[in-house]
């Protein structure tokens, strides 16, 4: 019974991770087609030519950027759960304090 809980609890934690980036992509494409809609948008109100386009789709990418690095930094954080989690569970191995007597 405890290997099924481990089996499901680490399913579970595969669809949470590809969810997870699943969302990561959503997020940069629509940053990048929002910021140049909005500045091909603004460039047609003001009639600034595309200067508006440029400097919107710069802050799109800006924000495409700005979420890949979130991404990474939760990716990594959770990466060293998991090794602290793996170290822990050794060590308790090794000392005999997760056997029962």
Avoid: C
């Amino acid at each position: 019974m405890l290997i099924l809980a481990r089996q499901f609890k680490t399913v579970q934690q595969h669809w949470k991770s590809a969810g997870s980036y699943s969302t990561l992509g959503l997020e940069v494409g629509l940053s990048v087609v929002f910021g140049l809609f909005l500045g091909r948008w603004l460039d047609g109100k003001f009639g600034t030519g595309n200067v508006l386009t440029i400097v919107w789709f710069l802050f799109g990418v800006a924000a495409a950027a700005r979420a890949i690095y979130r991404a990474l930094q939760r990716a990594n954080e959770a990466a060293r759960r998991a090794e602290a989690e793996a170290e822990s569970q050794r060590k308790s191995y090794l000392h005999g304090t997760d056997r029962k007597s």
